[in-house]
């Protein structure tokens, strides 16, 4: 009998209509469309603006757009996760509420957290569940609205932030495709640098911490930028090492979006040639959770079958990872 991996055999993506630009930031804030894009590579970023909706409304039209797509049935799907730093709400896991609004009436489902490495810790639970034997279609989605706990007269943050989702179906695959390799790592060293402080249990929410404004995205940008770059670079390298993959084996890099600069130096720690580094960041910001799904949807129609996918990303906490994954299907 062949060996199971775990394959992405289909994608999904949505993002919001309102498009934030750095212009209309500039009426905002301090700040300037030269200033943001220079430092970050982001030109604008998608905003979710209706209040009664939250991070499961983009996670449904993600999922929804995969299944037309590829066809899928939702009672088909054994398992749902979505990965996610923003869920509609405390104890009630989005993930439920998400594969009931699909139909995905034979799933069980649940929430992952690791701030912007959930998609990609995401991938290695999926994988987990498929390469077992005991599952054969799970469904991870990367969704988060940002925008409901940003400051937007806190230029340091504001100017980052987006919302999205994306959406990958994984299956079992018996050709050596799909996920080949993983190097996760974390350290509760970046506690204090990249955080929201108030309303958990450590401190719950009063009048106070909402007047103080500690129920939005506190971020130490120095520290978490020096941490990113030397991290997310060192753990491609790694992967790159560990699988004898030379700079002409990589077809691809598919970075957490979160600054260009930090997508620069992985790329080249890698050795990898520009042309082969996805980067999406300047339409959408930062959207977390959601950042490498709407990377393998917007360039879906480039991959091969069989080629080769270096996925990266860092996270607070602090949160990193890379992830080798062969490429599973031609787009027809």
């Known amino acids: 009998m062949s060996k199971i991996t775990a394959a992405i055999t289909a994608v999904g993506a949505y993002v919001p209509e309102f498009v934030l630009t750095n212009k209309l930031l500039e009426t905002m804030v301090d700040t300037n469309d030269e200033w943001i894009t220079s430092r970050t590579g982001i030109k604008e970023r998608r905003i979710l603006k209706d209040k009664d909706k939250g991070t499961s409304f983009l996670a449904i039209q993600a999922a929804l757009d995969l299944l037309k797509k590829s066809g899928t049935n939702p009672q088909d799907i054994d398992m749902v996760l979505v990965a996610t730093a923003t869920p509609d709400m405390p104890v009630a896991a989005t993930a439920v509420y998400v594969a009931t609004q699909l139909g995905a009436v034979n799933a069980f489902a649940y929430d992952l957290q690791a701030a912007c490495s959930s998609f990609l810790y995401g991938m290695s639970t999926a ?63 970046g506690r204090e640098f990249l955080k929201i402080e108030a309303g958990g249990s450590l401190m719950p929410p009063s009048h106070d911490t909402v007047d103080n404004k500690q129920h939005f995205v506190f971020q130490d940008g120095k520290t978490v930028f020096k941490y990113a770059v030397s991290n ?59 950042t490498l799904p709407l990377l393998l949807s917007d360039f879906e129609h480039l991959f091969k079958k069989g080629d080769n996918l270096i996925f990266a990303s860092f996270g607070g906490g602090f949160t990193w990872g890379s992830i080798y994954l062969k490429w599973a299907y031609d787009k027809k």
């Open 127 to 189: 994988a987990a569940y498929i390469e077992s034997g005991r599952y054969k279609k799970v469904l991870l989605i990367g969704a988060d609205k940002m925008s409901s706990i940003i400051d937007y007269t806190d230029r340091a943050t504001c100017i980052i932030f987006g919302d999205g989702a994306g959406a990958v179906l994984f299956e079992p695959n018996t050709e050596g495709l799909g996920l080949q390799d993983e190097i996760l790592r974390s350290d509760g060293v």
């Open 232 to 290: 997310m670079a060192d753990v491609s390298e790694k992967i790159m090492q560990r699988n004898n993959l030379t700079h002409n084996d990589v077809n691809f890099l598919v970075a957490h979006q979160a600054n260009k600069r930090i997508i620069d130096a992985t790329s080249s720690r890698m050795g990898v040639d520009e042309s082969k580094v996805l980067v999406n960041i300047e339409k959408y910001g930062n959207t977390t959770s959601a």
